[in-house]
């Protein structure tokens, strides 16, 4: 399991998500893997490419399994 820590910021969204952790090549793949229900959060199929995840929300896409936090 990762975490990705919101570094001065309330949230980061979905798409921008998978790739800044370099899940996928860009940002259309990005956008493609959720709209074909790749991608869960909290435990549910989330087909908002825009998603805004906060401190607590648990992504999985493929093997990985990220959860958001803030600075420690």
Excluded: P, S, W, Y
Aim: proline share 0%; glycine share 10%.
């Amino acid at each position: 399991m990762k975490e990705f820590i919101l570094e001065g910021h309330e949230f980061i969204q979905l798409n921008q998500l998978l790739k800044l952790l370099g899940l996928v090549e860009t940002g259309g793949e990005a956008n493609q893997c959720i709209t074909d229900g790749l991608v869960k959060v909290n435990g549910a199929t989330e087909l908002q490419k825009r998603k805004k995840l906060r401190e607590g929300d648990i992504v999985l896409f493929e093997e990985h399994k990220i959860t958001i936090v803030t600075e420690k």
